[in-house]
């Protein structure tokens, strides 16, 4: 059974940092692009920032660009999204996910919640 766990969500000040952490289980961690989706009761669930699997080659979307970094430790299983300067638009649910687009699995966490207020 494949589960990706969340962690490191909360609430910060502009201007702060956190990191989230998602534990993979059940599946071949390698092979799977990792990304971090994040979704507000005001917006559809958006892109945040994926590493592939194997290079580990990153895209960010735009508005995180220069303040985000996504990476991955494959021997541990485990994607981390680095969000720095947050901003009050940064506030939603961050989820992970992983993908193997060439056999069409994908697979979600429940997510964590990052709430930046002041």
């Known amino acids: 059974q494949v589960q990706l766990v969340e962690s490191g969500g909360g609430l910060v000040q502009p201007g702060g940092s956190l990191r989230l952490s998602c534990v993979a289980s059940?599946?071949?961690?390698?092979?799977?692009?990792m990304s971090w989706y994040r979704q507000s009761p005001e917006k559809e669930r958006e892109l945040v920032a994926r590493?592939?699997?194997?290079?580990?080659?990153?895209i960010y979307a735009d508005s995180v660009e220069d303040r985000f970094t996504i990476s991955r430790d494959n021997a541990k299983n485990t994607v981390f999204l680095q969000m720095n300067s947050l901003k009050p638009e940064d506030t939603a649910r961050y989820f992970c996910?992983?993908?193997?687009?060439?056999?069409?699995?994908?697979?979600w966490g429940q997510g964590t919640q990052v709430t930046v207020s002041s």
């Open positions: 059940g599946l071949t961690f390698s092979k799977y692009a």
């Open positions: 996910n992983a993908e193997w687009g060439s056999v069409g699995l994908t697979f």
């Open positions: 590493i592939s699997g194997a290079v580990g080659r990153t």
